[in-house]
Every structure is written in C-alpha cells, then in structure tokens.
C-alpha cells in the first residue's frame, strides 16, 4: 500500500516546504537531481515520472499551481480531430491513445464524452469525408467509436440545431477533464512518492558555473524570502513563459503566444447533452459547444496574443462578438443574448512558430531543446502531458546517469478507488466524481465536512465539503486559488460566486485562520480580477 499524502498543507506547511526547498545543496550535498521550473501540467507530468524513477525532484510555480494555460484550456482530451486535416497524424496518433490510457486510469477525472457534428447540405466536410476521418481517428486509437445519425435521430440529440439545409450528423468519442484539477492530482500523486512542490514561489535568476545551470534563486511571493536551490539539471516548464527565463541568452525555438477565450453560459440557457462540434461561418474554424460541472462552455477562438504575458489573459470584445456569432447562428431559437453569459476566460496557447500566416494553421507539438545543461520543454497538449514528460526525461538521461525511461506504461494515478462508505443519498455519479479527483483522500474529504457540507453547490456539481478540504488540505494562499482552480465556482456561477461569499469567508475563517481583514483584502482582489479578466464587463 502506498503512502498516501495529500498535498499537505497544515499550517505550517509553506515554512516546512521552504526549508526542505534549500536544504540539499548545503555543505557538501549535491543538490536535487531536478528543479522543474512552472506548475503547469507539463511541469506537474514532469514531476510525476520523476518521482516515480526515484528521484530527488522539487517542483516551483510562480503564482499558484495550473495558474496558466493550464486551468484555461478547452478541458479535453482528446486526439484532437481537426489535426488529422492537417496532416498532424503523429501528434492525434499520441494523443488518442493517451485519451484511451487517461480515460481507464482516472474515471471521474476524466470522463469520456459524446461529439456531434451536424451536416448541412453543400458544407464541408460532408458525412462521407468526415465518416472516413472517424475512422482514420478509431484505427488509430484501436477502438470503434463513431456512427452517423440520420436528420430524425440527431435533431433528438440536438434539437435546438440550426435546422436549415440540415441532413443528419455524426457522433464520436472523445474525453473531459477539470483541467486545474488535472494538474493538482498529478502533483499530489508526484508528491506522495516523495516530491516536493511549492506555488508562489518564482524562479529569479538561474545560478550558472562553468556555463553550465546548477540551480536557481527564487523569492517567495507570500514572504519576500529569497534563496539559492542548487540541482543537478533545472527543467524550464514554463510554457509560454519558456523564453523568458532571465539570464538566459534564449537560443530555443521562437514562441508564438496565441490566445484562445471560452464564454460559459448557464446549462439551463444553452442546453446540450453532448459536445457539438461547429465550424463557425466566418472561416470555417471549429468550435465547441459542451457541457461541462452544470454550466455549458463555448469556445475557442485563436489569435495572436500581443499584450503582456506577465498579466491574466482575458477575452476581448471581438472574441466575445466571434463566440456569440457561431451560438446564434447554429442555435437560433434560443436566442442567447451577451446577458446571459455567466463568465469568460482566456488562456495562451504555447504554439511553436512554424511561419504559418493563420494561428489554427500552426502545429501543436512539444519541443524540448537544452542549453547550457538546462531543458526547456514548452507547446503540445494537456492530453500528452505524460509523453511529453517521458520525452524531457529522456533528454534529461544523459545528465543523469540513473535516470530509467524504460517503463512507459505505468499509470499516471493509481490512488483512485478508494473503498469509501458513501454516505446513504449521495448520487453515484458525484461519489465517482469525488474519487476520482480525491482518490485515497475521499473518505478524508467527507469527514472534513460539518452540518451541510453535501449539499451541492447548486448550478454546480461541487460539494460545500471540496471547498472545505480544498481550504484546509491544498495549498490556498489566495481566495482566487480556492475559487478559481481548486474549485471552478468562480467561473460557474453568477458574479463569481457572489452570493455564496458568506459562506466562504467562514470556511477560510475555520479553516484558512484569515482574520476578517485578511478576508475582505482577499475578497477585494478577487472581486477585481474577476470584473477585469473574467467578466464581460470591462470590455467596451
Ligand atoms: C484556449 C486553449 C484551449 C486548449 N484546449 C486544450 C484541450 O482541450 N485539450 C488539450 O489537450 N490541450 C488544450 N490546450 C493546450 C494546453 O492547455 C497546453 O498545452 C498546456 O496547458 C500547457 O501547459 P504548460 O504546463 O506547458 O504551461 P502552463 O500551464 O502555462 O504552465 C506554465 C507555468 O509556468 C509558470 N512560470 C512561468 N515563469 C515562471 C518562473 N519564472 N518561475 C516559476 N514559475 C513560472 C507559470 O506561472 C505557469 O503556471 C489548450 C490551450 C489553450 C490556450
């Protein structure tokens, strides 16, 4: 049986963690094998085969962990169809059989979901092309998972589906994640084999010797420390961020940051019991329209990023107008209206700049270089995160002599079935959700409630009790870290979360020990944040 630690954040945690942090390299000692630079899904994937291969590997994140790209994703996992068009049958030939590998390790993580494609008559790709993409799709994945619905049955699963000119449409299988969650469950996992990770805590300046990096000095954002970490190799998983590690003279391939926004409306508003796959009218983009946690998210769109990659990303006004364009058009009888959009968010995609005029026309591959000692990964996809870290552990194995990349197979999470008693009325689909993001820690997470801590929060599939164990048990050191990406309650519900604010300033209360100043400090910034970079609000 494995030790099974949450991530663990007693109070003291942060002071313990901080010490643990600087102590190798001290006196005669060598350091870490690896420092891995960002607290995104790459950096958490890195992390975890790390740990697994016994080494000695501490993980630091600038703001909080899943604070980038990686809490605003499209949430899928998927071998990413569009990419067989373009040729890319590598990259969906990795990715769908990493679906097909997630989807079996973490039910209730990750969660398999219906697509459909509706075909309109004289609009591409018809039944017939994309039928033989599904199967191109299915041969590569090794499964059958695709069938084409004639006009009758596929207005039963899309009824309020533009209708004209409409001819049937076709279903396949792709997954779903809680992508921030994603990236907490993989450190977990990495941290209960012995890794260490710490948020708030950025990478300054890289320590350098003989031209050669051996380490990194870091300040902590929550306490203004400073310090020096020395490690045998330093891995920047910084995604976007991979060329802007001071003190590097970047030699690594240029970035093109690409901005993708989502807008979520409430179910009731924009009903759908599946993913629908749209090409919006304008260029012939996908889009998607899915369900995801009780709300229906929209998106993405795809365009060049100019602003500064050291604020949040937010939608622009011409994204909002390009997203609720494609809603109207292919579902005219609802008649969604600006007003109804619940929240918006914006992440940067870390795309490799191949040349091509046209953002969705780039690859979304990963690639690794090394300079001066250090590995730099940066690009790809949340579904290949475990490739990719096999990939940089590769690289790493010639600074790193007991570095062994043989076994590729073992699985990410294997903490999942946690043998809880549930109690009595609690639905089975939010018990499999619970293990499946708590794992060994559901019964823990259950027993951290008080009075009415199973009630759902409604709009939401999240319990009072996750936002109780998220406060007391994961590294919350912001208001936005407990509403943003331990819980997704600030993008699900209306004004962020308002109305359950009470609520939560008694949960920080007990269990974060945040006097009320500190609460209406934390619920001020929040408040900002999200009118600025998660509302509709702030753009003219
Ligand atoms: C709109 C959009 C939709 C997407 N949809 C999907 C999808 O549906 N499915 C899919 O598979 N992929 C999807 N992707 C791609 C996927 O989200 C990204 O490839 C992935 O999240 C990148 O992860 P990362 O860890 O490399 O980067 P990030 O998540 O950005 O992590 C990098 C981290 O490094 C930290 N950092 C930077 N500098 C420092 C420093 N000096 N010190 C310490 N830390 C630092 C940052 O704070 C950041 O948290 C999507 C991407 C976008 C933008």
Redesign the pocket.
Known sequence: MMHCDPMVCSINYRQETWERLLEPGKGNSRGWDIIV????????GILREAARRGLSVAL????DF?????????????GGLRYLLSGDFKLVRS?VRERNHLLLQAPGLIEPLGFLFSHYRRRFPGRHLFGGLLRAYDLFSGTRDHRYYPLPEFLFLVPNIDQRGLTGGTYYRDGLVD?ARL?LCTIQEACAEGALAINY????DLLTAENRVIGVSVEDDTTGEKGDIFARVVIN?????AD??PSTRYTGPPIRP?????LVFPFWKLPVSQAVTLRHPSDKRPVFVFPWEGATIV??TDLDHTEDLNSEPRISSREITYLMDIVRYQFPSIHLEEGDILSTY?????VIAGGRKKPSNEK?DHTIWEQDGMIS?????????RLIALDVLRAVAPFLSHVDVKDTRAPVFFRRESGTEFPAGLHHVLRRRLEGRYGCHTADVLECTTDNDFERIPGTDTLWAEVRWAARNEAVMHLEDLLLRRTRLGILLERGGAEHFDRVREICREDLQWPQERWQAELSAYQRLWESCYSIRHQG
């Not at 690409?258 to 989502?262: D, E, K, N, T, Y």
């Open positions: 630079v960002g607290g995104g899904i790459t950096g958490a630091l994140e600038q703001k899943g604070w980038g790209t990686s809490s605003r994703s499209s949430k899928m996992i998927h990715s992508d990236v805590v950025k990478v300054k998983a910084t995604g976007v961020w802007q590690l690409l901005r993708g926004s989502h998106g993405t914006a992440g940067i995609r870390p979304r990964v940066t690009g790809g996809k949340l579904t290949t995160f």
